[in-house]
């Protein structure tokens, strides 16, 4: 029950991903980081069978990291998407990765972009998009509610909305999400969603003050 969204604004990309490891009827883990940082102004958003993913998205960031020490330059986000679509299309012949991407970066010449990449090796440049059983609710939303020149707010604010369609209306949803930014300043962590509000940590913290008072 994976889901990748994101989503391009004015001058920024937002990238979500719920963080549910899941195996048959079993839940692992919540807390699994599935969007990489490739650089210091790239995110790739993943989903896919769990060792797909993790051995695809660490190839793509160390074939980065080599190709910026060998050439003392980054790939741009246009190129990182071409190079990634290239590996997939090449596995796709030999032992395919069953992995689905979306690509976003921040390039000082062309600005925000997000690529769609799925497991067969197909590449689009879009403005908004979803990968999983959550890209059933989130594209008619964007769709409806998305614009070109968002603000940083109005962007996680419609990725906000997805996430409570999700949590709503699909049968097994995904409990936490995590949410990255990507602009001029970088690619970083912007939020977590989680449905339980406080951590287990926090929670017991808070108990205990309210114990001892």
């Known amino acids: 029950m994976e889901c990748v969204i994101g989503v391009v604004g004015s001058d920024f990309a937002v990238v979500a991903a719920d963080t549910s490891a899941v195996q048959s009827i079993l839940v692992h ?58 590996e997939l299309a090449t596995a796709l012949r030999k032992n395919p990765y069953s992995v689905n991407i979306i690509l976003a970066g921040f390039d000082k010449d062309a600005g925000a972009s997000m690529y769609y990449i799925d497991y067969i090796a197909t590449l689009h440049k879009i403005d ?56 001029k300043d970088g690619a970083r962590d912007y939020a977590r969603r989680e449905i339980g509000g406080d951590s287990p940590a926090a929670a017991t913290a808070t108990a205990a003050v309210a114990t001892i008072a």
Do not use: W
């Open 29 to 86: 883990k919540t807390d699994e980081d599935k969007i990489m940082l490739l650089d210091s102004h790239k995110l790739m958003g993943a989903s896919g069978e769990p060792g797909d993913r993790v051995q695809f998205t660490e190839f793509i960031q160390k074939n980065l990291h080599l190709y910026q020490f060998r050439n003392n330059m980054p790939l741009s986000t246009a190129a990182t998407a071409n190079f990634t679509r290239g």
């Open 128 to 183: 908004k998009g979803a990968f999983g059983y959550g890209s059933y609710f989130c594209l008619s939303l964007m769709d409806k509610l998305y614009r070109p020149d968002m603000s940083v707010e109005e962007a996680v604010d419609l990725v906000d909305k997805c996430i409570k369609e999700i949590r709503l209306r699909l049968v097994v949803a995904p409990q936490n999400f995590a949410i990255k930014i990507v602009d």
